[in-house]
Structures are given as C-alpha cells and as structure tokens.
C-alpha cells in the first residue's frame, strides 16, 4: 500500500469526450505528478504540481490541463479525447526535494472508442 | 536525441539464480536514477536509488551499481524467487530538471 489512490479504476469514453481522473496522495506530500503509460511502454511524464502550482511539464498539448487542491489532491483532466489517449494515467506523490522516491497509485486505465 | 534503454527482450532465468537488468542512457548526466518494479495493472514500486556519485547501492537481495562512464546501470536480484517475477523500470532525473525519464521496462520471469 502506497497511500496513493486514484479513481475511477477504469473507465470507457467514446472520441471528442472529455475526463476527469482523481488522485489522493500520500498524508503529507506535496508534489504530485501525472503519468501516462501505454500498453508495454514505460511511464511517460505529463505534468507536475507542487503546493498547488504547475512546476514542469512534458510533452503533452494544452488539452492535458491538472489541478492541485489545498490537500493536495489532485485532477488531470484531458479534453476532445482521441483513440491514442488510451493507456493506464498514473498519478505519483512525494514530498519535498528532488529526489524523492515517487508513491504511486494503482492507476486509472482509460479506453477511447 | 536523449533515451534510456533497457533490454527490451523479456529475461527467463531459473530460482535461485542473480537476474541482471540493464539500462543504458545516452546524451544525460544523471542527477540520479531509480530503479521500480511493476506488476500487471497495477503503479510502479520504488526498489532502489542511486546518486550519480555513488558506484553502488544494496538492499537485502538487490544490488544496484552506476557507472557514469559507461553511462549504464546494473539491477541485481539474487537468489531469486518466482515472486520477483515483474516488470523492472528504470527512470533518471538529469541536473534539476523535475521530470523522470523512464525506460521501457525488463520483463524478468522467475521460474520454479
């Protein structure tokens, strides 16, 4: 058990749709970030949010949008869905310094149709 | 271009034998770098980090070493065991850029 927990587990949406994913981290950490990986690839970095601020982003286009909460939950949300946005989203928390192992979740696996 | 690799065919040894897992990245100079292990559907699992100043890191059966010059981490299972059978993934954090870059990940399948 990470303390990580995301939701929905799975969830289906059909093209040009729009989501929203979940993540509760760990009591206490303050960093989170947001990963997508695709079936047999590794995880590919999509965003990270520290005290409630963006602060490093990869290379995904503006439709991948997050949010911080105050408790340090967090959202991704990905607008006009396409079939290649399918693939497991993981979210990751940890706190303080760079160097911190990351805590992840189970993830949220999301299929386009 | 930047990337790391790992072997990209899946590893099949028997117990009780030392799996060797490698990644090799060009065209960084790792603050860092950490090895995870993933099962099927599930988030990867923190294992073990290095420092770019360190040549090796131990935790009980895992041994982790880091040759700079090389450019190349070595992940060691000894003795192991059916249940260390999963995916291994290694990420790297260059100078203070915040993001992971991760490789594809091993495939190691332990067999009884």
């Known amino acids: 058990e990470t303390g990580v927990t995301q939701s929905p587990t799975h969830l289906i949406k059909t093209r040009g749709q729009q989501v929203t994913l979940r993540c509760s981290s760990q009591?206490?950490?303050?960093?989170v970030s947001w990963y997508q990986q695709a079936l047999g690839q590794g995880p590919q970095f999509i965003f990270q949010?520290?005290?409630?601020?963006?602060?490093g982003r990869g290379n995904f286009p503006p439709r991948f949008s997050g949010l911080q909460f105050p408790n340090y939950s967090s959202e991704l949300n990905v607008n006009a869905l396409e079939l290649d946005d399918s693939a497991l989203y993981l979210c990751?928390?940890?706190?303080?310094?760079?160097?911190?192992?990351?805590?992840f979740g189970e993830g949220s696996r999301l299929t386009v149709l | 271009s930047q990337k790391i690799e790992q072997n990209s065919e899946a590893l099949n040894i028997q117990e009780g034998k030392t799996a060797t897992l490698t990644c090799n990245y060009t065209n960084y100079s790792p603050a860092y770098l950490q090895w995870y292990r993933q099962d099927p559907g599930r988030g990867p699992v923190f294992l073990l980090l290095?420092?770019?100043n360190e040549k090796e890191k131990r935790k009980e059966r895992l041994k982790v070493t880091f040759d700079t010059t090389l450019k190349q981490s070595l992940f060691h299972i000894t003795a192991s065991q059916p249940a260390d059978s999963a995916t291994y993934l290694c990420?790297?954090?260059?100078?203070?850029?915040?993001?992971?870059?991760w490789g594809l990940g091993t495939s190691l399948a332990v067999n009884p």
């Open positions: 290095i420092r770019e």
């Open positions: 990420a790297l954090r260059a100078g203070n850029n915040r993001k992971l870059i």
């Open positions: 009591s206490g950490h303050n960093t």
């Open positions: 990751a928390s940890r706190y303080g310094g760079p160097t911190g192992e990351l805590f």
């Open positions: 949010y520290y005290r409630e601020e963006e602060n």
